[in-house]
């Protein structure tokens, strides 16, 4: 009897609608949130994570709307974040139906905040997102939605956000970021084996080996992906199916 | 039937109400003793931390009012850190008491496993269980705690694995509890609520 690694499809949005991009640019429209969300309640998803990657501060009601939106499809545990800058911004995100929360930038900037929002959500509730970049033997967070670079050591970095509070930790390959070559199963290993808490690892995914690589050799507790995901190129219940076969713990029941 | 939402600023609390609507019972939220008066069933849904809980219902005048429900063996369905909430402490606060229900402590799963325990785990019943008819042994229920249950006198339990074997629910008469998210555990959480609301109906007709 064991914790089943779970598989999460991401709804990226600008807000209100489902996006795609490359490596964090070059977006275009992939659908209404509340219609995925749905759909993937329906085909055995674990959980889902619904980002808002614009976070601009003027229309976060419409973020907050999107959220309460996919929350009433769900009968399985939601994420929400982007642009989360405040302890408000978190607890506006959690009344508005999500079970968890996503900070990044502004953990960076005030680490103090993950303890904050650890000690009034608890730290099931938080989770710290990281954007790391490959720098020769190691790998940079990034902050902005992969736009600016902070010269800190992304695996230190998850230690430390541990150690403050995060419960669980996001943790994006920028270099295989909408590249469909696979995980960074170095990367999501070397945070997976020093922090004491779940690491959700994400960028890369295409095949069914991909997932079953970050399992075995990433030690990822859970795997994310978006756009596989929204263009049926892959369904839940044979990649389930595909990874419980090869002894993988899943739920498959569904 | 009325069924009661003790709502102390609990996120989940939305999520239980739209998991119970959806199997058709619209329940009230109950912020206050008096909004348990009349109550055939009462929900403690919950999230957070175990002291901010137990001092959040006494700022509200609810300890003894649910006491009083639990102990006249009303239906209770304590969810996650609302099943902790019956035992008399916790680890995780240890200057507040919880309602005492049962006499032992909730104490921290052993960091030997990666806590919090975070994802689907399967349940494992030993004898008979009202709240899990018609679900397989060993279905899986989503989990999000540091904290648990080790024993509970006079309760039937099952039980799930995570660096030790915990309680992931208890029964006792009408007074249930468990460790997990029905309301966040797909269909079998579906099933699980609809028993719940079966073992209500029953004890108030």
Known sequence: MTLARRIIPCLDTDGSRVVKGIQFVQLRDAGDPAELAARYNREGADELV?????????????FLETIRRVAAELAIPLTA???????????????AGADKVTVNTAAIRRPELLSEMAAE??????????????RGDHWEAYVRGGHDPTGIDAIAWAKEGVSRGAGEILLTSMDRDGTRSGFDCELTAAVSDVVSVPVIA????????????????????????????????????????????????????? | MKVAL???????????ERALSRLGVESLRAASAAGLTGADAVIL????????????????????????????????????????????????????????????????????????????????????????????????????????AMGAEGASVATCDHGTRFIALLERGNLC?????????????????????????????
């Not at chain 1, 974040?81 to 009344?95: M, Y």
């Not at chain 2, 003790?6 to 239980?16: C, R």
Request: hydrophobic share 45%; proline share 5%; net charge negative.
């Open chain 2, 6 to 16: 003790v709502e102390y600023g609990a996120g989940n609390l939305p999520s239980v």
């Open chain 2, 177 to 205: 509890g468990v460790q997990f998210h029905p309301e966040k555990s797909g269909s079998a959480g579906a099933t699980l609520l609809s028993n719940f609301l079966r073992v209500a109906a029953g004890a108030t007709s």
């Open chain 2, 45 to 148: 849904p919950g999230v957070g931390h175990f002291g901010a809980l137990m001092r959040q219902l006494a700022a509200q005048g609810m300890i003894a009012p649910l006491q009083e429900h639990i102990a006249r063996q009303r239906p209770f369905l304590g969810i996650c850190l609302g099943l902790q909430a019956l035992f008399a402490a916790s680890d995780e606060a240890p200057d507040d008491r919880g309602l005492a229900v049962f006499s032992s402590r909730v104490a921290a799963l052993p960091a030997t496993a990666k806590l919090p325990h975070m994802g689907w785990n399967q349940v494992q019943r030993a004898g008979e269980s009202r709240l899990l008819e018609g679900i397989s042994q060993d279905e899986y229920f989503y989990f999000a705690h540091t904290y648990a």
């Open chain 1, 202 to 254: 994400s960028g890369g995914a295409d095949t069914p080996d991909d997932f079953l690589e970050v399992f075995e050799e990433g030690h990822a507790d859970a795997a994310l992906a978006a756009s596989i995901f929204h263009d049926n190129l892959q369904g839940f219940a044979m990649l389930k199916r595909y990874l419980a076969e090869r002894g993988v713990p899943m739920r498959v029941s569904a």
């Open chain 1, 81 to 95: 974040g982007g642009g989360v800058a405040k302890l408000d911004d978190g607890r506006a995100i959690l009344r």
């Open chain 1, 121 to 134: 959500f608890g730290a099931q509730a938080v989770i710290l997102a990281i954007d790391a970049r490959r």
């Open chain 1, 50 to 62: 619904v980002l808002d990657i614009a976070a601009s501060r003027d229309h976060r009601p419409t």
